[in-house]
């Protein structure tokens, strides 16, 4: 996985409350195993019309609108427990969600894929939107070892929660056997030491 320490950048808004996995990447599109190409199918019934077709005012096809940030409404990634949702959200080139509130499971998946889920209360959430409504190009910027998020120009700034592990992960671009391996020599070491003491 790619190192994440902090993220300039400009986000795309989508907000409507308890997106679901099934919304996120419609179970028609579930029969792959191999990561690649999900992300084209990225909220495919709200991005295409029934011909095909690029709705042009949904949040992600709109011209106004881009970035690397999701910030999404409250409850994002409901449903079932599919990893493929994080697959599209990391295919399509996202590297960091905003919400209000994510579900577990979700959260986990998007971890273990290198994205940064970000949870802020309401009154933040409702600030953050507000900002990219007044300016679609103002600037949020994530520092990860600071566990901060700031809109750049602006007065907002919030901490946010990670689990210690899963920061140490995404900031040395670790999976979870990634991790065991840094820690081979300490474990050989320990290893060593049981044997010794036998």
């Not at 990225?42 to 992600?60: G, M, N, S, T, V």
């Not at 881009?66 to 080139?93: Q, T």
């Not at 905003?98 to 309401?122: H, M, R, T, W, Y």
Request: aromatic share 12%.
């Amino acid at each position: 996985m790619e190192k994440f320490s902090t993220l300039t950048s400009t986000a795309i808004p989508l907000k409507i409350s308890n997106v679901d996995t099934d919304q996120i990447i419609p179970a028609r599109f579930l029969k792959a195993t191999d990561k690649k190409g999900f992300g084209d199918n990225l909220f495919r019934d709200w991005r295409y019309d029934k011909q095909k077709k690029l709705i042009p005012d949904f949040a992600l096809n709109n011209t106004k609108y881009s970035g690397s940030i999701l910030v999404a409404g409250d409850n994002f990634g409901c449903g079932s427990s599919r990893e493929h949702a994080a697959w599209a959200l990391a295919g399509y080139g996202f590297k960091v969600i905003v919400s209000s509130f994510f579900a577990d499971i979700f959260k986990g998946n998007v971890l273990n894929n290198g994205l940064l889920p970000i949870q802020v209360s309401e009154e933040i959430l409702e600030q953050l939107f507000a900002a990219i409504n007044n300016n679609a190009e103002v600037q949020f910027k994530i520092n990860l070892e600071t566990q901060t998020l700031a809109v750049l120009g602006t007065q907002i700034e919030t901490t946010f929660d990670i689990d210690p592990y899963k920061k140490t992960c995404l900031i040395n671009g670790y999976d979870d056997i990634d991790y065991l391996l840094s820690k081979k020599d300490k474990i050989e070491a320990f290893e060593l030491q049981k044997t010794h003491s036998i």
